[in-house]
Structures are given as C-alpha cells and as structure tokens.
C-alpha cells in the first residue's frame, strides 16, 4: 500500500507531509505527562471515526481509566468496542492486582514480563483485523515499562519480532519511550529499529527526529482544548 493514512489529528497531517505510511512503526519519545498518553488517545480515536480499527497495547493504566480520561474530550472508545474496531491487551490491571476479567475486546496478561502472552494477545488482534481492512491503527504504551522489568536485550529480542510482525501487517501507530528515563545507548537502538522518531517535551513542543515521509516541519506545538488536539507550525 503507497497511500498515506491521515491522523485526523488538527495540523498534525501538515507536520506528517499528510500522514504516515501503512506499516510505520513511530517511536514518540515523552515526558511523564497525561497529554501525551491522550495524544495517542485522540490518534486511535480519529482512526475509529474514519472506519479504521485500531489496537492499544497499554501497560501503564488499565483501558477502563484510559477510556473514561477519553470521554472528557468526547471520545467513545466503548462504541469502538462494541463495533470490534478496538482492542486491547492489558498489561497492567492484572499485575496491579485489578478484579477484571478478559472480554472479546480486552486481552489481559500478567504484565510487562509475560512476553509471550503479549506476543499472542498482540497477533490474535492482527489477525481478527486481517479482513477487516487494508491497514490498522496501533499505539504501544510504553516501552519504558517493558525495560525497567527486562533486560534491553530480551526486549530487543521481542521487538524484532514485534515490529516487523506491525510491518507485515499494516499497522501504523507509535510505540511510546519515557523521555530521559534510558541511557542514549537504548535510545538510539529504538530509534534505529523504527521507521521514524517523534519527541514531545514538557512544554508540550512537538520536535520531528525523522519520518518515513518527506516532511519540511521539524517543530511543532501541540495543544489540547476540549475536544482534542491542534497541531500548531
């Protein structure tokens, strides 16, 4: 597929050189700020009002508190759910001891070092999407988590796999890395397997590393009202 997917996020597509390429694995490098998490919140969202099913692997929050974060900005991820256009692998309730249970939307696994579990919640929801449409939305958050209870080489082993497996299967999103929590080392290693790097600083300023389109913007200014996101050049 040569065509581009549009974010749907305002201004945002400007910055992309109009979107991002089907297979596009973007590491989006952030402060530990709840406007990040909802950024990649809306990118899901837009993608579900454009009939483009999406898949979030959250490791941080359980996807009842991302969902009702969501709704404060007029996002309805739950119809998203009951339309089987987006799923989940949780990896965090069950490690942080939560009573819920697995549904057709939500896969939950035992946290950032049940990876094989991952591995398989991550490739049942590639192939329920399989014929459903060309290409699907991703977000992965976070790697950090994976790391602080890894050791980088068995997370390089797994995203090796990850990744390509995204590639192959026409995902377009973005794999999540807390800003200067790693040494550069595991920065430039993640930035070297990706197709392209994303920085989002306290101020909420947007610094473009590379793409895998041609893009003339390197620097942006991302604010969040109340419905959602402006990109602004």
């Known amino acids: ?14 910055v992309l050189g109009g979107g991002l390429p089907p297979g596009s694995c973007i590491l989006l490098i952030t402060p530990p700020l709840v406007e990040s998490r909802l950024f990649c919140m809306e990118y899901i969202y837009q993608g579900l009002l454009a009939k483009e099913p999406g898949m979030i692997v959250s490791m941080d929050y ?21 339309d089987k256009m987006l799923k989940w692998v949780d990896g965090y309730s069950l490690n942080a001891k939560k009573d819920v249970i697995c549904t057709d939307s939500i896969k939950r696994i035992g946290g950032s070092i049940a990876l094989s579990d991952l591995t398989i919640g991550m490739a049942k929801i590639q192939q329920d999407y399989a014929a459903v449409k060309g290409f699907y939305r991703f977000v992965f ?26 590639r192959t299967t026409n995902g377009v ?12 080392q595991i920065e430039m290693t993640l930035r070297y397997m ?6 989002i600083d306290d101020d909420m300023h947007m610094n473009i590393l590379n793409l895998p389109t041609p893009s003339s913007a390197k620097s942006s200014k991302l604010v969040l009202r109340n419905t959602g996101f402006t990109v602004e050049i």
């Open 1 to 14: 597929m040569n065509e581009l997917v549009p974010t749907g996020i305002k201004g945002f597509d400007a």
């Open 62 to 82: 359980s996807p009842e508190a991302l969902k009702l974060r969501a709704k404060e900005y007029g996002w309805d991820l739950d119809k998203g759910e009951e």
């Open 141 to 166: 958050d976070s790697l950090s988590t994976l790391f602080i209870y890894n050791d980088p080489t068995t997370i390089y082993r797994f995203l090796r796999v990850a990744i390509s497996k995204l």
């Open 173 to 184: 999103g973005f794999l999540t890395l807390g800003e200067g929590m790693h040494d550069a």
């Open 194 to 199: 990706m197709d392209g790097t994303i920085q």
